[in-house]
């Protein structure tokens, strides 16, 4: 009667099956919901040639900074990177592919991508260098380009608390692409602040369903801030 | 005299009306929110997820779990809500947000802005632009009338890469507030003591100027 517990003790048995030249997604927006102790995993385990979906590209020397440190990722997927240095340097080298999306064509071919729809079509960037070679239609006279879905090998997700079924609750702003994320991977792991029994968290409140959840890992986060900003 | 950014922000403020929910983007368009008079209730917009952006906090207050769009500490008003970033882009898509504000490089006389993109210097991304200025039909663009090196920001057709077509109908420089139509730049208001042959010289695209062109009332 374990069918449902999906904790696991540690890191390889969290990311068991994560090859070289897999696709994986990251939750977070800049360092805020990001999956510190996961993303360290993979940095220690030398796997490579990823590609990588994920909003920002964190910064040098932590989170998906550290995976730039080693050349772990061929190609980037994400719709603002201005906050790694280290980024620009490959970007700008062409040693890494980056793919620019718009941010809310990108969180919604993620959730395309986890609810089963291919593509879809939006008005973002009709007109512009992203709506190069994509299908445009119009629908009641204003133009709109398709946009295909994004599915991933691997979801690395931070959750504020989680169940050891994989019923989630984010916290704040942390919650970000973590959700839709967790909705579009073959294996979503989960990287959790606190691991309570099953009943202890309200169903009324859970924001990632257990059903999209496939393993769980308590998490230690540093939670460092990009922008101290503070008023008088 | 033209605006400081803070009389730009101070300007476009008075756009706002009481029960409004408005995204404010990342420069200029975030000093708004100190302008918004006490008399009306706004909900500011953040595109990571949070709907009820308050004030930045106090030492003792700052949360790594809260923060804003440009990824700066920040607080929630009473009544806030948090949100996933699909949930918060149909906010936005969907025509749901009252006002967008947000900064550009050029706009032209069509309406289309860029604001992301210069070839040859390093391309960070677009953000959440793209969707803000296709989903918003209340959309401000708050920007210097010209560059550093005095050549206008107000273009026949812009040259940089864009983030959209025809989507912008209101301006708010350090010059003048100017309105989008008909293939023109219409001149609404001037900054106090700037003169229309000044604002004329400035603006490469076609711009409509009334006979009579109030001054900005600022505080």
Same mark, same amino acid.
């Given at each position: ?14 990311? =068991?099956?994560?090859?070289? *030249? ?10 805020? &919901? ?84 291919? *593509? ?45 079924? *994989? ?66 | 005299?033209? !605006? ?29 929110? @100190? ?67 947000? &900064?550009?490089?050029?706009?032209? =006389? ?26 918003? @039909? ?23 890469? !864009?983030? &959209? ?41 076609? !711009? ?10 600022? &505080?």
């Amino acid at each position: 009667m374990s069918g449902f517990y999906k904790v696991v003790k540690t890191t390889d048995e969290a990311l =068991q099956g994560l090859k070289n *030249g897999m696709t994986i997604m990251v939750g977070g927006f800049g360092l805020c &919901g990001l999956p510190e102790g996961l993303l360290k995993a993979i940095y220690e385990k030398n796997i490579t040639n990823l590609t990588c979906i994920s909003n920002n590209a964190s910064i040098d020397g932590f989170g998906i900074g550290l995976l730039l440190e080693k050349r772990q990722i061929k190609k980037m997927i994400s719709s603002y990177v201005g906050e790694n240095h280290l980024f620009e340097e490959l970007a700008l080298s062409g040693e890494m592919e980056v793919q620019l999306t718009p941010q809310g064509t990108l969180a919604e071919k993620i959730r395309a991508g986890g609810a089963g729809i291919p *593509g879809f079509y939006t008005a973002t960037g009709y007109g512009t260098p992203v709506a190069e070679g994509k299908e445009v239609k119009t629908f009641k006279g204003r133009p709109y380009i398709l946009e295909e879905a994004l599915t991933a090998d691997f979801a690395l997700i931070k959750a504020w608390k989680a169940d050891t079924m *994989g019923n989630l609750i984010y916290r704040k702003t942390t919650m970000n692409f973590n959700p839709i994320m967790a909705t579009a991977a073959k294996y979503t792991i989960v990287e959790a602040e606190e691991i309570v029994e099953p009943g202890e968290l309200d169903p009324n409140h859970i924001h990632t369903p257990s059903i999209y959840v496939h393993r769980i890992i308590q998490g230690k986060f540093e939670k460092r801030i990009e922008q101290r900003t503070v008023s008088q | 005299m033209p !605006l400081t950014r803070e009389q730009i922000a101070e300007r476009i403020a008075q756009e706002i009306k009481d029960g409004y929910y408005v995204n404010l983007g990342i420069g200029i368009p975030t000093l708004v929110a @100190n302008y918004i008079p006490s008399n009306i209730q706004v909900m500011l917009q953040s595109e990571n997820g949070l709907l009820g952006m308050g004030p930045f906090p106090k030492e003792a207050d700052i949360d790594p779990d809260l923060i804003n769009a440009g990824k700066q500490t920040i607080t929630a008003v009473k009544g806030a809500c948090y949100f996933n970033s699909a949930d918060s882009f149909a906010m936005i898509r969907g025509g749901h947000i009252d006002l967008t504000v947000l &900064g550009a490089f050029e706009v032209d =006389q069509e309406g289309s802005i860029a604001s992301w993109m210069v070839p040859g210097k390093m391309v960070k991304g677009m953000g959440g632009a793209m969707d803000l200025v296709a989903g918003a @039909n209340n959309i401000i663009v708050a920007m210097a009338h010209a560059n550093k090196e005095g050549e206008s920001k107000l273009l026949p057709k812009c040259i940089l890469p !864009l983030t &959209g077509v025809h989507c912008i109908k209101k301006i708010v420089t350090d010059y003048a507030v100017l309105e989008i139509r008909d293939h023109a730049f219409h001149l609404v208001e001037r900054a106090p003591g700037v003169t229309v042959e000044e604002i004329q010289r400035l603006t490469a695209g076609k !711009l409509v100027i009334p006979n009579h062109v109030p001054e900005m009332k600022l &505080g």
